[in-house]
């Protein structure tokens, strides 16, 4: 089907995956502050009943990443993480009462998410959540990966459980090229390339604003465009094997985790969950 345009929107009508529902209640579940913005910024604004939740404190234990930013101790630093998301927030209409964080330690999601899972299946529950954005399963950094395996493994645990699960929709984060590089802003090859949204002027203005709040991240965020939004249905995963033939590009630094490590660990979480693919 050709692209068609409406209302600043590029995709076919009926692949409106934003347009809430009648009473529908939104959840971002997003690994750090900001990755709600990068993936979905342009959008929040428009949403009536969202909640952002954020499943690490954007801390790492490395004191490089918080001396950077000038703070003398990681819980700082993590002080920090929150400051800029409730202002990047604001700029959205969201309060500070709609923002959720589980406080696991940066780069330390894989090593909980079991944990993460069973907590996000009754965060769900409890909130009456009916839409889900979240991160695609891309290998672009292990907290990313793990928190796209928590949310679909508590989606499918509450709708085991007879439960309705929610809708599941991913926003774009990031991955590796053919050839090492970092690839912002579109879905790794080989599956659904997403459907399109044009962000208006204005919306650019917001959007480039909410980002400038994330002070601390300004060199981390420099690739990210402001110009289109990429949204798409998410597909069942195997978690447990290369989603991509490009690699990990968080296999290039040191972010905690190994891919090969990190599959492992998955394998086991879906184990203790009896869950397979998802």
């Known amino acids: 089907m050709e692209d068609q345009v409406r209302d600043g929107v590029r995709g076919a009508p009926e692949r409106s995956l934003l347009l809430q529902r009648s009473g529908e209640r939104i959840a971002v579940i997003a690994a750090h502050p900001d990755d709600e913005t990068i993936g979905a910024g342009g959008h929040l604004p428009r949403m009536e009943d969202v909640l952002v939740l954020t499943v690490t404190d954007g801390a790492p234990a490395d004191e490089a990443d918080w001396k950077a930013a000038n703070c003398s101790h990681r819980d700082e630093y993590a002080a920090l993480r929150r400051a800029e998301l409730v202002s990047s927030m604001a700029l959205a209409g969201i309060s500070a009462e709609r923002l959720e964080c ?110 400038a709040t994330y002070r601390s991240q300004a060199r981390v965020l420099a690739p990210f465009r402001t110009d289109v939004e990429r949204f798409r249905p998410a597909p069942t995963y195997d978690f447990t094997a290369p989603p991509h033939g490009s690699g990990a590009y968080y296999d290039m630094f040191n972010w905690g985790m190994r891919s090969e490590h990190w599959f492992l660990i998955a394998g086991e979480a879906l184990k203790t969950l009896g869950l397979g693919p998802c």
């Open 102 to 211: 589980f406080h696991v330690q940066d780069q330390q999601a894989s090593a909980n998410i079991e944990a993460i899972a069973l907590r996000l299946a009754r965060w769900l529950r409890e909130h009456e959540v009916g839409l889900v954005l979240t991160h695609p399963f891309e290998m672009g950094h292990p907290d990313h990966d793990a928190v796209a395996l928590a949310v679909h493994a508590a989606v499918a645990l509450n709708g085991r459980n007879g439960g309705a699960p929610p809708r599941l929709v991913e926003f774009t984060s990031y991955h590796r090229g053919p050839s090492g590089e970092l690839i912002a802003g579109l879905f790794a090859p080989g599956g659904d390339p997403g459907e399109v949204r044009d962000l208006d002027g204005t919306t650019r203005t917001l959007k480039r604003r909410m980002l």
